[in-house]
C-alpha cells in the first residue's frame, strides 16, 4: 500500500537559510509524486510534481525536488527562505497518476526574520 | 479564469442537521474529489468521481453521501449520522495525471 512519511511536523528557518523539507514514500510501482503548499484558510496549490522523468524537479516560487529511488524519498529544497514561504507544505504519491493521491501528514514551515 | 468554487466558506450546523457543500469547476476536469483535513491529521479522502453518474467511497465516507449529475457539480452533504462533522472540507479535480486542482476550501463548524 502507498504511504507518505514527512518527517518534522513543524520545521523554523531563518529568512535566507536553505529551506530542507523531508518526504519518504513506499510505492510498489514507480510513483507519481508531488509536492502542494497551503497558505491558512485556503485550498492546496501544486508546488511541482515527477512523473518519471527528470529526477530533480523545478516547481513555483524558486522550489525544487529530487526523487531518489534507492532512498525512496522526494525532499523539497529552497536555497533561500523567503517571509512569503511560511505555510503548510505536503506531499503526496500516486501509483500511476490517475488513481487516489495520497498525502502526507503535512510540515508547517516557519520563516524567522 | 478557470477554477473550483466552494460555497459556502464558513458554514455552521446544529446537532441533527443535514447541510450541502457545494463544489463547481469550469476546468472541464472529469475526476473530482472530496477530502476532509482536521489539524495534524492531512487530508483524508471522503468520496471520490471519475465521471458523471458514478462515485465511489474514500476512506473516511460514513456519514457523507455524494451526487455527481453534472460534470461541473459535485455537491457533498454532511448527515447527521456524521458525529464529529467540525473540519475544513476541500474539493479537488484532475485531469490526466498531472496531479490535483483545489478549491479554497469550505470551514464547517458545528454549534
Known amino acids: 500500500a502507498q504511504s507518505v512519511t514527512q518527517l518534522g511536523s513543524h520545521v523554523s528557518v531563518s529568512e535566507g537559510a536553505l529551506v530542507l523539507l523531508r518526504c519518504n514514500y513506499s510505492?510498489?510501482?514507480?510513483?507519481?509524486l508531488f509536492w502542494y503548499v497551503q497558505y491558512p484558510n485556503q485550498g492546496l496549490q501544486l508546488l511541482l510534481k515527477?512523473?518519471?522523468?527528470?529526477?530533480l524537479v523545478k516547481g513555483i516560487n524558486g522550489f525544487e525536488a529530487e526523487f531518489k529511488k534507492s532512498e525512496t524519498s522526494f525532499h523539497l529544497t529552497k536555497p533561500s527562505a523567503h517571509m512569503s514561504d511560511a505555510a503548510e507544505y505536503f506531499c503526496?504519491?500516486?501509483?500511476?497518476?490517475?488513481?487516489?493521491?495520497?498525502f502526507g501528514p503535512g510540515t508547517s514551515l516557519s520563516v524567522i526574520p | 479564469d478557470g477554477g473550483i468554487t466552494q460555497s459556502p466558506k464558513y458554514l455552521f450546523r446544529k446537532e441533527g442537521q443535514n447541510v450541502t457543500l457545494s463544489c463547481e469547476q469550469n476546468?472541464?476536469?472529469?475526476?473530482m474529489y472530496w477530502y476532509r483535513q482536521d489539524p495534524g491529521q492531512g487530508l483524508r479522502l471522503i468520496y471520490y468521481?471519475?465521471?458523471?453518474?458514478?462515485?465511489q467511497k474514500g476512506d473516511i465516507a460514513e456519514g457523507y453521501s455524494v451526487s455527481r449529475e453534472k460534470k461541473e457539480s459535485f455537491p457533498l452533504t454532511v448527515t447527521s449520522a456524521q458525529k464529529n462533522p467540525t473540519a475544513f472540507y476541500l474539493c479537488?479535480?484532475?485531469?490526466?495525471?498531472?496531479?490535483?486542482?483545489f478549491g479554497s476550501g469550505t470551514r464547517l463548524t458545528v454549534v
Open positions: 479537488a479535480t484532475r485531469q490526466g495525471a498531472g496531479g490535483y486542482t
Open positions: 510505492s510498489s510501482v514507480p510513483p507519481y
Open positions: 515527477y512523473t518519471s522523468a527528470a529526477t
Open positions: 503526496a504519491v500516486s501509483d500511476t497518476g490517475y488513481d487516489k493521491v495520497i
Open positions: 476546468l472541464n476536469h472529469d475526476a
Open positions: 468521481s471519475q465521471i458523471v453518474n458514478d462515485f
